[in-house]
């Protein structure tokens, strides 16, 4: 699962909401947690992103899963991009 990305910015209270969702089910160490106004492309990803935060990305797939989620439609998402879930 190190394909998965969660967007997010710092501060942001529904981010940790999301953390702790994925730390539940127990994949937040294998998940890249990135700050989407400290990237390079911070413009082009607040523009595609910003108001929908935090947002899960399979970066093979190019599949968002976007806030509200709980572990239920998490991983119902993951099974849709991971066979092995």
């Known amino acids: 699962m190190s ?11 529904l981010c ?4 702790q969702v994925l730390n539940r089910l127990g994949i937040l160490e294998q998940v890249s947690l990135l700050d989407i ?18 947002v899960l990305l399979d970066t ?6 976007c806030w ?4 239920a439609s998490v991983l119902n998402w993951l099974k849709l991009h991971y066979e092995f879930i």
């Open 3 to 13: 394909d998965l990305i969660l967007y997010g910015t710092e501060g942001c209270h």
């Open 16 to 19: 940790d909401d999301a953390q």
């Open 37 to 54: 106004a400290l990237q390079d492309n911070s413009e082009d990803l607040i523009a595609q992103y910003g108001e929908k935060i935090p």
């Open 60 to 65: 093979p797939s190019q599949q968002t899963l």
């Open 68 to 71: 509200p989620f709980d572990e």
